[in-house]
Each structure stands twice: as C-alpha cells, then as structure tokens.
C-alpha cells in the first residue's frame, strides 16, 4: 500500500484510537433504538460482517457488509475504485472477498481523511489515515489497497489513475459525497460491461418536510444529491438490475454504455434542486416555529 506522509502517533493517540466505537450520531432514542436492534440481528444472521462493523468502525450495517462480499467475490481480475474509503470497512470487506476468491487485482481507495463523518472519531488527518490503516492490517487485506488521500476533483484525478493497474476496472463503489455523477466522469468508461457499481446513501428525504437547521441541512444534503443523480444516471441507461439492500443500491453497467451522455449543465440543475428544497425545508421549519 501506498503511504501518504503521516506524523508517528503517540502511545496515548494509539491507544485511544484502538478503543473508539461507532454509534450513531442522531442520539434520537428512536435512532439509538434502531441501531441497536441493527446490530443484534447482526450479530444473530451475518456474524462474520457484524464483526468486521464492530472492529472498523463501519457505518453500515452488517447486511450491506455481506451483501457487497457477495457481489465481490465472484468478480474477475481487475482493480476495483473506491470513492469515499472511510475508516476502511467496505475496503476490508472488497479486500476478503479478492483474497478469498484469489482474484488478481488491487483496491483504489480515495478517501481525504479529514472532516464530514471523519471528526466523530480521529482529531485530524495522521489520526483517521492510522485508524484506516490499522483497520486494513488487522484483516490482512493491506497489501491489496493503494491510497489516494484526498478530495477527489477533476484537476487530481490522473494522480488517481496512475495507481490502476488494469486496463479495465471491475467494480466502482462510492460513498462519499453524492456526487456519483464526477465519479461516473473520472470512471464509468475505464468499467467492464457488467461491472460492479455500488452507490451507498439512497435516502429519499421528503421534499416538503420541515428541516429543523442547517446542521440537519447538511446532513440531507448528501442523500438529496444521491437520490437526484442515481435517479439521473438511471434515466441516462448507465444504471442496470438496480437493487437494494438497506439504503445501498447495488447495480451493474450495462453493454456499451458511456458517461459521455451526462450532461454537466443538467447536473447543475440537478444540484440546485437539491439547494432549492433545502431552502423550502428550513423555511417551512421556521414557519412552523414562529406560528
């Protein structure tokens, strides 16, 4: 694996990072009390996975977990794209699931290491970049992933390509800011027909429900934009056999199918749809408050 320059963590860092556990971040009983009931039925059905969520700090459910090491693993040789790496959970699962399949091939996993969900557990970059990798060791799955540590745009994307190995890629997975339509740019074409597309955060929020603040904003924002372009991308015919597990949609690429039928112009739109509603939830929600 690639290694990004990093400062040496200190013992006290160390050890506080290896005791970090994922809870949810709407503390809501009800949330509290989903979440809880999530990974009992974990531990019950998809032992393996709900165990690999409790030690990687993963923000998915077990589930999901399995779901994606069934569609991994029969897969043929080639490198895999990940867009939005996190604390490497769906990376260790991609990584078993080509270990095991012995499958030729290695994980390009993009992932800035610093702000959005990241502040919840390491204080900065050298902090969240060892949970990663410590989480990658611990499964073995290491020496299968190159990193590439930072926000991906346009301008560094052919520092990204120059990790991909193969020719061709087999699967393209993205959970990170919604923006599957720069993923589908930078990727889609370099996909075989038939490839592996996971795309996580298909939430569908209620256009005209009341949005309590900003920091709720922010937080709908990224499902809103996942929700507006996965339905886009599907309209475009990039999209085929779309399926769900939980909110994670697992799809393929069909035949001879290009990216170059997105249209950036439509996109915008797209995305100040997005900013509209936004706009009409914190309105409706003050409204509410000063009736």
């Not at 060791?137 to 992933?145: M, Q, S, T």
Request: charged letters at 30%; proline letters at 4%; glycine letters at 6%.
């Amino acid at each position: 694996m690639n290694t990004p320059q990093t400062t040496p963590l200190s013992q006290d860092q160390i050890e506080r990072l290896s005791s970090l556990r994922h809870r949810p971040q709407d503390r809501s009983l009800s949330r509290r009390l989903k979440f809880f009931i999530r990974c009992w039925q974990g531990r019950l059905f998809h032992p393996r996975f709900q165990r690999i969520k409790d030690q990687t700090l993963g923000m998915m459910y077990a589930p999901v977990y399995r779901r994606l090491y069934d569609e991994v693993y029969p897969l043929p040789d080639g490198d895999i794209v990940e867009v939005g790496a996190a604390a490497g959970s769906c990376t260790v699962v991609t990584g078993l699931a080509r270990a095991e399949s012995k499958r030729n091939g290695s994980i390009v996993s993009v992932e800035k290491f610093e702000g959005g969900s990241r502040t919840n557990y390491g204080k900065n970059f050298d902090e969240n970049f060892w949970i990663f990798n410590n989480n990658l060791e611990k499964f073995g799955v290491r020496d299968r992933v190159k990193v590439f540590a930072d926000y991906l745009t346009d301008e560094n994307a052919q520092e990204v390509y120059n990790l991909i190995d193969t020719p061709q890629l087999v699967a393209l997975i993205h959970d990170a800011d919604g923006r599957i339509d720069r993923d589908f740019r930078l990727f889609y074409d370099r996909l075989i027909d038939g490839a592996l597309i996971v795309i996580d955060d298909v939430v569908r929020i209620d256009p005209d429900r009341p949005i309590k603040d900003k920091t709720q904003a922010q937080h709908f924002r990224k499902f809103m934009i996942t929700c507006k372009l996965i339905d886009e991308m599907e309209r475009l015919g990039l999209l085929e056999n779309i399926s769900y597990t939980l909110s994670t949609a697992f799809c393929r690429k069909p035949k001879d199918t290009t990216a170059a039928v997105i249209d950036p112009q439509r996109i915008e739109r797209l995305l100040q749809e997005v900013e509209d509603e936004l706009a009409h939830g914190l309105a409706r929600s003050t409204a509410s408050n000063t009736a």
